[in-house]
């Protein structure tokens, strides 16, 4: 007897908790289509932008690369080799550190 109790008080109380929820309306079909098309102009304005903004960049970088080729930096000439190791040693000043 005290299981088919529980089961009406919980039958009861979710019957309660479903009738204060609000229901929600269903969208007509000229609401959906509406909506539809909003979402189609939105995205025709941000593949614009976004094609805008990528010749930007491809122009920016294009550029940025035209600067770095047109005007290169002058290699340093090539030092001298030493002929032997002991001369590369010898070459080398080494600073003394004081202990």
């Known amino acids: 007897?005290?299981?088919?109790?529980?089961?009406l008080v919980v039958t009861i109380s979710a019957l309660a908790i479903a009738g204060c929820m609000p229901v929600a309306k269903a969208a007509t079909i000229d609401e959906v289509i509406?909506?539809?098309n909003t979402l189609e102009k939105e995205n025709a304005a941000l593949a614009k932008q976004n094609a805008t903004l990528s010749a930007r960049v491809n122009r920016l970088e294009s550029s940025k690369l035209t600067k770095?080729?047109?005007s290169p930096v002058p290699a340093a000439p090539p030092?001298?080799?030493p002929a032997t190791p002991q001369a590369a040693?010898?070459?080398?000043?080494?600073?003394?550190?004081p202990l």
């Open 1 to 7: 007897m005290n299981n088919h109790r529980k089961l």
């Open 34 to 36: 509406a909506r539809l």
């Open 79 to 81: 030092a001298a080799q």
């Open 89 to 97: 040693y010898a070459s080398v000043s080494y600073n003394k550190v």
């Open 68 to 70: 770095t080729v047109s």
